[in-house]
């Protein structure tokens, strides 16, 4: 394997249908889309993009139980699956953790609807069970 000054750069989006894998090496640009759950072909999406990637960089295979990282500056990985169940209602019943006093605020919200002074208020349903506030102090570094 080719060595590279460490400037491989990959950022990963995994969603629950598709993980996609973005990859630049100086002004080259490397993309794969690969499905998020496919266990016939790899165990792991973001793991297998980075390999297929790192092959169409050096041009030669990558062993997928040992990928170099010797030449990776650094992965960037975000995901919306935690998003959408949480969204969705699917997951878990979480909670809300926020500083004291701050518990109502998602509740309160922002004034901007569209009617006002309108009475009869409908709140979106709250994403959590419960807040809870803990006594913290926030100061700058």
Same mark, same amino acid.
């Given at each position: 394997?080719?060595?590279?000054?460490?400037?491989?750069?990959?950022?990963?989006?995994?969603?629950?249908?598709?993980?996609?894998?973005?990859?630049?090496?100086?002004?080259?640009?490397?993309?794969?889309?690969?499905?998020?759950?496919?266990?016939?072909?790899?165990?792991?999406?973001?793991?297998?993009? =980075?390999?297929?990637?790192?092959?169409?960089?050096?041009?030669?295979?990558?062993?997928?139980?040992?990928?170099?990282?010797?030449?990776?500056?650094? =992965?960037?990985?975000?995901?919306?699956?935690?998003?959408?169940?949480?969204?969705?209602?699917?997951?878990?019943?979480?909670?809300?953790?926020?500083?004291?006093?701050?518990?109502?605020?998602?509740? =309160?919200?922002?004034?901007?609807?569209?009617?006002?002074?309108?009475?009869?208020?409908?709140?979106?349903?709250?994403?959590?069970?419960?807040?809870?506030?803990?006594?913290?102090?926030?100061?700058?570094?």
């Amino acid at each position: 394997m080719k060595q590279t000054e460490k400037k491989i750069c990959i950022a990963i989006d995994r969603g629950g249908t598709f993980t996609d894998v973005y990859a630049v090496d100086g002004q080259a640009i490397y993309t794969e889309k690969l499905l998020s759950e496919d266990p016939a072909n790899y165990p792991d999406a973001p793991r297998e993009g =980075i390999r297929r990637i790192l092959e169409a960089i050096f041009q030669e295979p990558v062993n997928p139980h040992s990928i170099p990282t010797e030449s990776i500056q650094w =992965i960037r990985m975000g995901t919306t699956v935690a998003t959408n169940a949480l969204l969705e209602r699917t997951g878990f019943p979480c909670v809300l953790v926020t500083t004291k006093g701050f518990g109502d605020l998602l509740t =309160i919200g922002y004034q901007n609807r569209p009617e006002l002074f309108a009475l009869d208020i409908r709140r979106p349903e709250q994403l959590y069970e419960t807040a809870i506030e803990i006594d913290e102090r926030v100061r700058p570094l």
